[in-house]
């Protein structure tokens, strides 16, 4: 064998940076510590694999998280042992809720002390293993290539998810030297995550469908998550169905279009929580029945028949039975229906959809997404309303957690799926501006806009600082009404407005702040400030742009679905419910 | 309803905890739980009984198969089986009760592995019903010590739990 055949000999660490490269892998978001010291000396050695470094592990895990929400691909996190890696969790939490890939290396204490309490120590394999979909140590430098191969595959397949790789100091040493090869595919018998979906079944949900005289098409984050909006797309304008989104699902079917009913549950829009509970067909596609949509499963949609698309069967019949199961992944499972029906003989019943039609549409005309309209305050909707026109509906919109989240759902329509980046699972406040970050980084030329609020903005408030390290030119919407809004929604309507720690006192001056961290900053008061206001942030092209927007600290988001009731019973304003 | 679920895992540190920390994590009962590796060193196999309605039990199966390191698995309460249980049982035994205690151990099958001049060590293998009665039975009997391995079952006829 001639010398070039011979596999490059590396160290742990310098394979696992090779590996990443390898693995297509651009960026890597992180913070280093000792156990990771010689991993970074390999990162530093070579110019493929791209660092950034964050100020809190937090915000590496949200960024690489919102990497793969917009792109599909894995993001990629490194933190040393202990604190970085324990500060990595809610990160990881929050992919693990989403169904997020994404690939968490985190270093260890050197082999012969895990157990000992060492410095630096945790159990981060026994901490993170309800969080992960898997997570592997490594015991042996040489089978680096093979688990970082192992991890991307488990993270990506299937229903995706986070994957943690803890790697003990002693098996990066830089010294010792391991023939490295990186696997083409790898196997393992005991998972095998690829489903078609069944024919037989496939064709019973087409039939029912083609039945139906109420259908209403229900889609989530699967359909963003398996890149099968164009499919869902086409499947629902041919059969003419109603189609509502989850929270997670939102832009996989174009919020434009006529057929679109809006969001569905807990803040869901009137007309499509009423089809809902009203629908003789349910069709859920990559959705998984989750409480904030059903509202009381017992009273959940009486009469209808559930088909219901997952690659996960554990998310098939959990809550909700479904009478029309498919388990496969969403985007050939579409396709194959869409294939089928071109070739079955039933007929819609359009005159008995023509009648559906009308009743949604009158349903559409009792709240239809509309909000007090003040000419003295700034509401809410009104700027995620302004911020749609400024950039042409076609900014990635990253949000955090509370009132601020629920308004961007409602009101930035959502044309396209992968844009639309917020914490549906876990709720992650913290969440939107490492995310706006993460995707910043990969699309510098698209418009990222983080909408959050002053409670959750000052959650991870420090990464301004990486910001302007990697010059991130994302646009801040802080909705600022001086309270922790969901919480004192909920105060006003449950514990008669006693707001128990729900304002906040002492908020920093953010303009100030903003400047300080080497950004712009400017503030809105008055509605009439907002236009010129967003007019100049968006001329600012390549600069962060922390627009705090003082909004009127009275309101609620609305309808809000009435607690234990069914999927129509809804709060609609202050004043009304249903 | 009470049912028997058997699993081929990898034979990897860490599996067992994943399958514990499962039922933990999603509140599901553990009755027992019983582990070892099998004739192919790879692969071990964990008997587990747990209790629950047709649909908890439809999540536990589904929840089990996700873990990437199961293989395969069977609920064994779902067609005809074989169940059993180890069980030793330390009990006093001196004067007239010596005699007692053996008869009674005679009568389930038991076998006296350990004696003393006060005490009895019985092992009883049988269905955990089976070992229960046992215990039943010795109600007149100081028991000091009771330990059981926890069922194992396997599948009656051809059927067989492998890869």
Same mark, same amino acid.
């Given at each position: 064998m001639s010398q070039q055949n011979q596999p490059e000999m590396l160290s742990g660490g310098a394979m696992l940076v090779r590996a990443l490269h390898d693995e297509g892998v651009e960026y890597v978001y992180g913070y280093p510590g000792g156990a990771v010291l010689h991993i970074y000396d390999a990162l530093f050695q070579q110019n493929d694999v791209k660092h950034v470094l964050v100020r809190h592990e937090q915000a590496a895990t949200h960024m690489a998280d919102a990497y793969a929400r917009a792109s599909g691909k894995a993001g990629v996190v490194l933190v040393t042992s202990g604190p970085g890696a324990t500060n990595a969790v809610t990160g990881i939490a929050t992919a693990y809720m989403d169904s997020i890939p994404m690939v968490v290396i985190c270093g260890q204490v050197m082999s012969h002390l895990i157990g000992d309490d060492a410095f630096q120590e945790t159990d981060m394999m026994g901490i993170s293993r309800p969080i992960v979909k898997h997570n592997m140590s490594v015991r042996n430098p040489a089978d680096i290539p093979m688990m970082v191969k192992k991890a991307f595959y488990i993270a990506q397949s299937g229903r995706p998810g986070p994957v943690v790789l803890d790697i003990p $100091?002693? *098996?990066?040493?830089?010294s010792q030297k391991f023939p490295y090869e990186y696997p083409k595919e790898i196997k393992l018998r005991?998972? +095998?995550?690829n489903a078609k979906g069944h024919p037989g079944q496939i064709k019973k949900a087409l039939q029912t469908l083609l039945a139906a005289k109420k259908p209403v098409l229900y889609s989530g984050g699967g359909v963003i998550l398996g890149r099968a909006s164009e499919e869902l797309t086409e499947l629902a304008r041919k059969l003419n169905l109603p189609v509502t989104n989850t929270l997670m699902g939102l832009g996989a079917y174009p919020a434009s279009d006529a057929q679109f009913i809006g969001m569905l549950g807990m803040h869901g829009s009137y007309e499509a929580n009423q089809a809902m509970h009203n629908a003789d067909v349910i069709f859920a596609v990559g959705a998984r029945f989750d409480d904030r949509v059903t509202n009381a499963t017992k009273k959940f949609c009486p009469n209808a028949t559930i088909i219901h698309i997952d690659i996960d069967p554990a998310s098939i019949s959990k809550t909700i039975n479904a009478q029309v199961p498919i388990v496969g992944l969403v985007k050939p499972v579409l396709q194959e229906m869409l294939s089928q029906l071109d070739k079955l003989d039933g007929k819609l019943d359009q005159a008995a959809l023509q009648q559906w039609w009308d009743q949604i549409n009158q349903w559409r005309e009792v709240h239809g997404g509309r909000y007090e309209q003040r000419a003295d305050l700034l509401k809410p909707q009104a700027v995620i309303e302004a911020v749609h026109r400024h950039t042409q509906g076609d900014a990635y919109v990253t949000s955090d957690v509370g009132q601020h989240q629920m308004f961007a759902a409602q009101y930035y329509k959502f044309d396209k799926p992968n844009r639309w980046i917020n914490s549906g699972g876990l709720g992650t406040m913290g969440f939107g501006l490492p995310a706006a970050m993460g995707v910043k980084l990969h699309y510098p030329d698209a418009e990222v806009v983080c909408v959050t609020g002053e409670g959750s903005i000052q *959650? +991870?408030?420090?990464e301004l600082s990486t910001c302007k390290q990697y010059g991130l030119g994302v646009k801040i919407i802080n909705l600022n009404n001086g309270y922790l809004g969901m919480v004192k929604q909920w105060q006003d309507m449950n514990y008669d407005s006693r707001y128990s720690s729900s304002y906040m006192d002492s908020l920093p001056d953010f303009v100030k702040l903003a400047e300080a961290y080497g950004h712009v900053g400017i503030r809105v008061t008055?509605?009439?400030e907002l236009e010129p206001a967003l007019e100049r942030a968006f001329a600012l092209k390549d600069r962060l742009v922390f627009l705090d927007i003082h909004i009127d600290p009275k309101e609620h988001v609305y309808p809000m679905q009435v607690p234990g009731?069914? *999927? +129509?019973?809804?709060?609609?304003? $202050?004043t009304e419910r249903t | 309803m009470r049912h028997i679920i058997a699993v081929l895992l990898?034979?990897?540190?860490?599996a067992l905890a994943r399958v514990v920390g499962l039922f933990a994590q999603r509140g599901y009962n553990i009755d027992s739980l019983t582990v070892a590796a099998t004739e192919d060193p790879t692969l071990s196999r964990l008997t587990l009984v747990t209790r629950g309605d047709d649909q908890v039990i439809e999540q536990i199966t589904k929840q089990l198969h996700k873990l990437i390191e199961v293989v395969k698995l069977v609920d064994l309460s779902e067609s005809a089986h074989i169940e059993r249980e180890l069980m030793m049982v330390k009990v006093k035994a001196s004067g007239d009760q010596r005699e007692e205690v053996k008869r009674c151990a005679d009568i389930f099958r038991g076998q006296i592995i350990d004696v003393s001049p006060t005490t009895y060590t019985i092992q009883v293998v049988g269905t955990s019903e089976k070992l229960e009665a046992f215990i039943e039975a010795m109600s007149n009997t100081q028991i000091l010590e009771v330990v059981r391995t926890g069922v194992s079952g396997i599948s009656r006829g051809e059927k067989a739990l492998a890869l």
């Open positions: $100091k002693d *098996m990066t040493i830089p005991s998972y +095998n995550p *959650m +991870n408030i420090q008055r509605p009439e009731g069914a *999927m +129509n019973e809804m709060f609609l304003s $202050k | 990898e034979n990897e540190s860490g």
